[in-house]
């Protein structure tokens, strides 16, 4: 170095860019070159991907009708959401299938979300609409699948048919349940994880909140999915369905573990919120998965700071469960207890542009 230092001040200033720029190919700086490499999360091109796609293509969903179908009578409809529209994609998205189908089958609804998923609101709810006496059907996706219990069964002793959506529910007398093969799309997610870690990974999981069988069913799907491998689960925590809730859990994650792999999330909401605190920890080479495949997670894939999500199509669950409960009505038809949507789709950074609109 004595050497450098005898030089003239601009040829000294090059001659130690040159030598930096060498430092840093060759793993010689502290904090640099093959550690920030094996970090450096550069993802594979996915065979589980390919075999979903080919899945997917060949899927038929057994329920709903091809065509619209239109009402013989203006069926007042009721459509109890999680959650307001307005503040959740995945619920505006819902809300919109639910939506068309009113319009194209000359019914009403009446849509109706709660607070950040609050469950007595969502009950307070139910016992108005039961008070009033003016909802010929109600579709509900209960908060909570033991707690919403009481007051659907009240509901259906008014003689009140019921379809059970998105979320299962423990009650009895409903016409069906309509939703997601949610522990199927967790096991895809885990098994795409372990693929893009070669077998081997430290992973941790933002589930949702307990008492939900949404989030009970996708969690207990990653963990099967990632025991393909040789995976070792650092913790598990509910971020509620709420960004602010999983960037707090994920801040403290990364404070606590210096090596982490991957951070999955039962939804996109959470993964959002995980990849907020991994970009304010500076912290690089993390795989972040999500669920819902709303539009926001989409941009994310496409910028890199999510990695994997799935599409549930809401718009067409939501649409199908309208048209379920239409033809009840019309013709008091009934239906096996529960219709799984079969269509599960994971979307990367190989297939994210087709899933944009």
């Not at 529209?85 to 009403?108: K, T």
């Not at 609050?118 to 509900?140: C, F, H, M, V």
Request: include cysteine.
């Amino acid at each position: 170095m004595s050497r450098v230092r005898g030089l003239g001040a601009g040829l000294r200033n090059t001659l130690m860019r040159r030598m930096g720029i060498l430092l840093l190919v060759f793993g010689l700086l502290p904090g640099c070159g093959q550690d920030a490499q094996q970090r450096a999360p550069v993802l594979k091109p996915s065979q589980v991907l390919a075999d979903n796609i080919a899945s997917s293509d060949s899927s038929r969903n057994p329920f709903g009708p091809n065509v619209s179908i239109k009402a013989r009578h203006p069926w007042r409809i009721a459509f109890l959401m999680k959650n307001f529209s307005w503040a959740n994609p995945y619920w505006r998205r819902a809300n919109r299938g639910a939506d068309l189908a009113r319009e194209s089958m000359a019914v009403s609804l009446r849509a109706l979300g709660v607070q950040e998923y609050g469950i007595e609101a969502q009950i307070k709810s139910l016992d108005n609409l039961i008070r009033e006496g003016r909802t010929d059907g109600l579709i509900i996706a209960p908060v909570d699948s033991n707690r919403l219990s009481p007051v659907v069964e009240k509901a259906v002793a008014a003689g009140i048919p019921v379809i059970v959506y998105d979320t299962p529910l423990n009650a009895d007398g409903i016409l069906t349940f309509v939703g997601f093969d949610n522990f199927k799309a967790g096991t895809l997610l885990g098994r795409w994880v372990v693929e893009q870690l070669e077998g081997q990974g430290n992973v941790l999981i933002l589930e949702g909140p307990a008492g939900n069988q949404n989030a009970l069913d996708r969690r207990n799907g990653m963990m099967a999915g990632l025991r393909e491998g040789d995976i070792n689960v650092l913790g598990l925590k509910s971020g509620g369905w709420r960004r602010d809730q999983a960037r707090h859990i994920s801040a403290a994650w990364l404070e606590r573990y210096q090596h982490i792999d991957a951070i999955l999330a039962a939804d996109d909401e959470m993964a959002l919120g995980a990849a907020d605190a991994v970009e304010a920890a500076a912290r690089q080479g993390i795989i972040i998965t999500g669920f819902d495949a709303n539009a926001d997670a989409l941009l994310a894939i496409r910028g890199g700071t999510l990695h994997a999500t799935i599409d549930q199509q809401p718009e067409l669950q939501a649409r199908s469960a309208m048209q379920l409960m239409v033809r009840h009505l019309e013709s008091g038809g009934s239906y096996p207890p529960v219709q799984l949507w079969d269509k599960i789709q994971l979307i990367t950074a190989e297939n994210v542009v087709s899933f944009q609109k």
